[in-house]
């Protein structure tokens, strides 16, 4: 039987070349208001802005949006995945939404093993101490499934390397408000690229990466909701063991 040592020792020292490494921020959608959002080290976004006279802890019920998808951004940035997903990621894209606040409720209602939450989940924006959680999709760059597939012609373990090219992306905008009101009382701004995997067999399908990274999203924002004060909401890992 093959020895795994080889593959394993290289899977660690790529974690330990791209531990505390993060997509970079994407381009504003202008589904929140850009020019307020800043840097926050409690929370696990690129930028985020916090009303100074209202915050999360005067809420227990929580409405979630339908995903937006209008904003989603058109740029060449589709392009540099594979040849002709563009036209499917179209296709695909209203169906992503509907599943991510799908997803959402569901987290909320059973939250992640280790995260607790204070909130129930109403089915109409109003009502006493109640939140709306709007999300916007503002992007989603699929997998290149063609440097994905020559990785597996390659020694095992070395299509680690190659799946490093193959980095997918997906970025959000959001905001919790106060239902009733419309207050703003937290905006956000998020991307997230798809996690380093020893052998990435979720490469080949353009969204298996952004079904991760909804995940992902989906502990933070329960995570985020039901922060106190002085906690710090951390960021995901950029790599995982799994290889789906």
Not at 25 to 49: C, I, M, N
Request: aromatic letters at 8%.
């Amino acid at each position: 039987m093959r020895s795994r040592t080889p593959m394993i020792a290289l899977f660690c020292l790529c974690i330990a070349a791209t531990v505390g490494c993060k997509a970079t921020a994407a381009e504003s959608a202008g589904f929140v208001d850009a020019s307020r959002l800043q840097k926050d080290e409690t929370l696990p976004f690129h930028g985020a802005w916090r009303n100074p006279d209202r915050d999360l802890t005067h809420y227990d019920k929580i409405w979630i949006a339908p995903v937006d998808t209008a904003h989603l951004l058109k740029m060449d940035v589709w392009k540099e995945g594979e040849a002709g997903a563009s036209g499917q990621l179209k296709e695909d894209v209203e169906k992503i939404a509907v599943k991510t606040r799908e997803y959402l409720i569901e987290a909320f209602k059973e939250p992640p093993e280790g995260v607790e939450s204070r909130f129930t989940v109403v089915d109409e924006p109003k009502g006493a101490k109640t939140i709306k959680l709007e999300i916007a999709i503002v992007e989603i760059v699929p997998s290149k499934s063609i440097i994905e597939a020559a990785s597996w012609a390659l020694p095992y373990g070395t299509g680690f390397l190659l799946s490093q090219l193959n980095t997918s992306t997906a970025a959000m905008e959001g905001r919790f408000s106060d239902a009733n009101s419309g207050q703003v009382v937290l905006a956000f701004a998020d991307r997230e690229g798809e996690k380093l995997r020893p052998v990435d067999l979720g490469g080949f399908t353009w969204y298996t990466h952004a079904r991760g990274i909804r995940k992902d999203w989906a502990r933070q924002l329960i995570e985020v909701a039901n922060q106190k004060p002085g906690e710090k909401v951390k960021d995901t890992k950029v790599y995982t063991i799994k290889p789906w």
